[in-house]
């Protein structure tokens, strides 16, 4: 089952207009500047804001239509919500928490997974006797988490979920959150404004500026395109490449990646051999040559220029299409100065070669998919 959420919102003299489909599986990331009315179209479509204009569907049951007026109260609507203070109940358990989800659960509601699924998919054996004082911060989101996915929803909403959290535990959750659509088939809305977790969880990206949707795409393809850079914020503009660990060198603590048919070293990543990866290389950190030339920037990709643009004087971005998946949508950005372009004739269609160092390169393991087929 898809969401679909087509609305328009006031927020004061503001107006939010958004329209977006969240597919049946995988993870939908919301991004954008702080301000740019992400969280308010998630809260539309949980019910907690009412539009003044629009439609809110899952699976083809209208939710809110603002033209026939119908408007289903939050708890109808069969979303689970996960916002980034947990809103535990203080006065209960972990267990107890968990327990108020699973009856919110429609009587015979049954998609979705039980409690004992809940408890090992988030690790949460240890903590069923605490209650939520007793609980480090990643920890109260785990249960959170729990709580709204044994209500056996239909979608499942987070809102900024790791935004309190500090770095050891972001990414203990990061984790726990990359493991969910292989193992959960619904719709995710992911709202975030921190593109390590986009890197990390996101299938496809809707970006949000000044109160509608600027752009939309797969995450890969969307994270790449350095012309939708100052939409976003304080990611630093550069590419994001798909890649497979080929070899651990343990003993250099480095990583061999393959991409694009071509074979690079990273920092290590903390994934198996065989295992997809996603990395991240800033422009500023790409040099451009005509050939493959012995250096310290040891990583070099052959391909072929996609498109040169002037930037602010005296720079220049220069888009590479990696060879042989030029077509395919592995792009890497270089960001030059515009003699550079001149002196080496960089032009759309030119092959040429891109270095940078190892440290000069992000790496993260990818959220693990496995296939899920309908059975109806």
Known sequence: MSLTVDVQVMRGAATVTARLEVPPRGITALIGRSGAGKSTV???????????????????????????????PPQQRRLGVVFQDGRLFPHRSVRGNLLYGARRAPAGAESGPGFDEVVALLGLAPLLARRPFQLSGGERQRVALGRALLARPRALLMDEP?????????????????????????????????????M????????????????????LELLSDLTLGPLVGRFEAGGVLAG??????????????????????VPRIAAP?????RLRIRARDVALQR??????????????????????????????????????????????????????SVAPGQPMV?????????????????ETHDTA
């Open 42 to 72: 998630l809260q539309a479509a949980a019910g907690l804001l009412k539009p003044t204009a629009g439609c809110v569907a899952l699976d083809g049951a209208t939710l809110f239509d603002a033209t026939s007026g119908i408007d289903l």
């Open 162 to 198: 790791l935004a309190s959290l500090d770095p050891p535990r972001r990414h203990e959750l990061l984790g726990y959150l990359a493991e969910l659509p292989s193992r959960l088939d619904l719709p995710i809305l992911y709202v975030t404004h921190q593109m390590d977790e986009v």
């Open 200 to 219: 990390r969880l996101a299938d496809r990206v809707v970006l949000m500026a000044d109160g509608a949707v600027a752009a939309r795409g797969g995450a």
């Open 244 to 265: 497979v660990v080929t070899e651990q060198l343990e003993a250099w603590q480095l990583s061999v990646v393959t991409v694009a048919g071509q074979c690079i070293t």
């Open 273 to 277: 051999v065989g295992r997809a990866v």
């Open 291 to 344: 050939e493959v030339l012995a250096s310290s920037a040891s990583n070099q990709l052959a391909g072929t220029v996609l498109r040169v643009l002037d930037r602010e004087p005296p720079y220049a971005a220069v888009e590479l299409g990696l060879t042989p998946a030029a077509a395919a949508g592995e792009r890497l950005w270089a960001l030059v100065t515009q003699r550079s372009v001149q002196s080496l």
């Open 354 to 370: 891109a270095s940078f160092k190892a440290v000069a390169v992000e790496g993260r393991a990818a959220a693990v998919r496995t």
